[in-house]
């Protein structure tokens, strides 16, 4: 309903109490209504998967709108992030959150910082879900409260056409709520604790949950050696525990991201089961790496397998994991995306070693071969040291087309020294048009950057620090920080605000009316960054 609807339809109820709820403003009521939109994290979840389903389509039709996300690992540094964009672009459209288990494990655990091996608290992934949207709904409290204090102004003033303006914002209001793509990292356990995990996460809001193939009690950060994958089958468990938890939950078209780590995953701690020759598990078993015996040679506690007539024995570890034959990422990468998609998943991560749209592309080829709708959300890591990495590729380019690299030492293409010359400049262009170029060639529909808020906050503590306990001392925040807070318009310059006095402040006066003690009277310091 609009603003004037839910006050119409609240003065009904009031008026129906025989005056004993005279006391309330029906106003007051739609006010309140209209900043508390979602009542549930799954209202929240509900509302954010059909966006995220409206926008798969809309890449389908056209791989421009793709979308993309910056990981959070905190509510406030999430709805800074929102406000921004509301800020800067006008709209939330295609712009989403991405909650990584890695920044979670580093900053969120109650061990204190940990390595992305699903060691943390598993509950605080919800926790955090649950945290991030409480900040969102808020900043579309704070928005609305200040709209609200426009039109109380308007009509004061008795400016009847700032009235319909303000009156249109409220009824147009877009919220800060946005999809967020959550990690359940390889699901904490067996396919029960996915389901169970699961389910809380889609309690707390998420709409879209990440999983990747790796074992649960050996998982590794994408971005480390030591990583081991499991067969399919079982990998498709916690394919449908997760879909099963959307659907109890009555989320229908919540999204499943299935990630295959295989690329730099090179053992396995199990050997597949297989029925029949050409099955999944004889596919999965097919690139181990083994040896050809004769039973003769079978020794104690060797474990072997038959391929085409003939025996066959794994190669080993000392841990009890086997081996892939070396080359055969790529290869089972693909076969890991199509099964994946063939038993209800809805999007792709496939985890690369670097930024490589052809590389991307030619796995991508392959699986769209067999499923032509195929889509990636895909890591623009961190882990990536995007500078050397583009230019790298750009001299490996200028190199193939015959021109003159000798200016250039490639293994130094990091360095300062090259930041003026030609290559660099084709390197930083390259960089800038990644996402857009490699949404239209490499199917990839959702952009995320995993961990860019925990270097942010390194590097601007880093450089405060620096200031304000050397020379410059309290100019060191002053020029650093404030004085850009305001000529920028960062809301949070006034942080009792956003931390919600003034909407404390209408939620007093609504209960105590004339003799409410408010906060943002005169003498409230706030004041002096009105201008």
């Known amino acids: 309903m609009s603003y004037q609807d839910t006050i119409r339809s609240t003065s009904e109820l009031i008026a129906s109490k025989g005056g004993t709820w005279d006391g309330i403003s029906p106003e007051a009521v739609a006010r309140m209504r209209l900043q508390n939109r979602f009542r549930t994290g799954l209202d929240i979840a509900r509302y954010t998967a059909k966006i995220m389903r409206e926008d798969m389509a809309a890449y389908d039709a056209d791989p421009e709108n793709y979308t993309q996300s910056l990981g959070c690992w905190h509510g406030f540094i999430a709805q800074q992030k929102l406000i921004s964009i509301?800020?800067?672009?006008?709209?939330?459209?295609?712009r989403y959150i991405y909650l990584s288990g890695w920044m979670v494990a580093a900053?969120?655990?109650?061990?204190?910082?940990?390595?992305?091996?699903?060691?943390?608290?598993?509950?605080?992934?919800?926790?955090?879900?649950?945290?991030?949207?409480?900040?969102?709904?808020?900043?579309?409290?704070?928005?609305?409260?200040?709209?609200?204090?426009?039109?109380?102004?308007?009509?004061?003033?008795?400016?009847?056409?700032?009235?319909?303006?303000?009156?249109?914002?409220?009824?147009?209001?877009e919220t800060h709520v946005v999809p967020i793509i959550a990690d359940i990292d390889a699901g904490f356990g067996n396919a029960e604790a996915t389901y169970l995990l699961a389910k809380k996460m889609i309690e707390a809001g998420a709409c879209a949950l990440?999983?990747?193939?790796?074992?649960?009690?050996?998982?590794?950060?994408?971005?480390?050696?030591?990583?081991?994958?499991?067969?399919?089958?079982?990998?498709?468990?916690?394919?449908?525990?997760?879909?099963?938890a959307f659907m109890e939950m009555g989320v229908e078209d919540g999204v499943i991201v299935a990630r295959t780590d295989s690329l730099g995953a090179g053992l396995t701690k199990q050997i597949a089961f297989s029925k029949e020759p050409g099955d999944i598990g004889d596919q999965y078993n097919s690139f181990l790496d083994c040896d050809e015996v004769d039973a003769s040679e079978v020794g104690n506690g060797d474990v072997l397998i038959t391929r085409n007539g003939k025996l066959l024995r794994p190669k080993r570890l000392p841990s009890n994991l086997y081996q892939f034959r070396p080359g055969t990422g790529a290869d089972r990468c693909v076969l890991d995306c199509?099964?994946?998609?063939?038993?209800?998943?809805?999007?792709?991560?496939?985890e690369t070693e670097k930024p490589h749209i052809e590389q991307i592309a030619s796995m991508v080829d392959r699986i769209r071969e067999v499923i032509p709708n195929a889509k990636l959300a895909y890591n623009n890591s961190p882990s990536f040291n995007w500078t050397l990495n583009f230019r790298q590729q750009v001299y490996d380019a200028m190199k193939a087309q015959?021109?003159?690299?000798?200016?250039?030492?490639?293994?130094?293409?990091?360095?300062?020294?090259?930041d003026g010359t030609d290559l660099a400049t084709e390197a930083d262009e390259r960089i800038r048009t990644f996402q857009r170029d490699a949404a239209k060639r490499a199917g990839i529909f959702h952009h995320l950057i995993t961990l860019p808020t925990y270097h942010t906050a390194a590097l601007s503590t880093d450089n405060l620090a620096k200031e304000y306990f050397g020379d410059q001392g309290m100019l060191g925040y002053v020029?650093?920080?404030?004085?850009?807070?305001?000529?920028?318009?960062?809301?949070?310059?006034?942080?009792?605000?956003?931390?919600?006095?003034?909407m404390g402040d209408d939620h007093k006066e609504y209960f105590a009316g004339e003799a409410a003690l408010k906060a943002g009277g005169t003498h409230n310091t706030m004041n002096q960054f009105a201008a």
Request: charged share 30%; glycine share 8%.
């Open 86 to 94: 509301k800020k800067h672009f006008g709209t939330t459209k295609r």
């Open 107 to 173: 900053l969120r655990s109650e061990f204190g910082p940990l390595p992305d091996q699903s060691m943390h608290e598993k509950t605080t992934v919800p926790e955090l879900i649950e945290e991030i949207y409480t900040f969102l709904r808020q900043a579309d409290a704070r928005e609305l409260g200040g709209l609200f204090r426009e039109l109380d102004a308007a009509r004061a003033a008795g400016d009847l056409a700032k009235q319909k303006e303000v009156q249109s914002k409220i009824d147009n209001f």
């Open 210 to 244: 990440q999983i990747e193939n790796q074992v649960s009690d050996e998982k590794q950060c994408g971005h480390q050696d030591g990583k081991v994958t499991v067969p399919h089958e079982d990998f498709v468990q916690k394919i449908r525990a997760l879909r099963y």
């Open 338 to 350: 199509i099964n994946a998609l063939n038993n209800g998943a809805d999007l792709l991560w496939i």
């Open 402 to 418: 015959g021109k003159d690299v000798s200016a250039y030492d490639r293994a130094r293409l990091m360095s300062a020294d090259y």
């Open 479 to 502: 020029a650093g920080v404030q004085r850009k807070e305001i000529r920028q318009g960062i809301a949070c310059v006034k942080h009792q605000n956003m931390a919600g006095s003034d």
